[in-house]
Nanobody, 124 residues
């Protein structure tokens, strides 16, 4: 399993942008599809975005489509989540996750490695 560590969270104002990073170690990064999820009081693991092993395919939750972009740098073993036009409802703990089996997926149960999470707070 990969070890994952997120960074880049913080307190920002509504309408602003923020980029999260997730560094991976302990395995072959290109063997894993990567995803971002978020935890709110209403939902334990809400899907945000996923990216395939090559980075050529991406999928997004409807709530973030057009505002968030997932990308990966396989040479650096890092996955990013660029968040723009942030809203108060984006406030959450954001987790990155790795899936060795599926090419790309939004199902949290498919992911077998998780980071510790990074807090994003959007003030209105």
């Amino acid at each position: 399993q990969l070890q994952l560590r997120e960074s880049g969270g913080g307190l920002v104002q509504a309408g602003s942008s923020l980029r999260l990073s997730c560094g991976a170690s302990g395995g072959t990064f290109t063997n894993y599809a990567m995803g971002w999820f978020r935890r709110t009081p209403e939902k334990e693991r809400a899907f945000v975005a996923s990216i395939s092993r090559s980075g050529l395919a991406t999928i997004y939750a409807d709530s973030v489509k057009g505002r968030f972009t997932i990308a990966r740098d396989n040479a650096k073993a890092v996955v990013y989540l660029q968040m723009s036009s942030l809203k108060s409802e984006d406030t959450a703990v954001y987790y990155c996750a790795a899936d060795r089996v599926h090419p790309i997926t939004g199902g949290p149960l498919n992911y077998d490695s998780w980071g510790q999470g990074t807090q994003v707070t959007v003030s209105s």
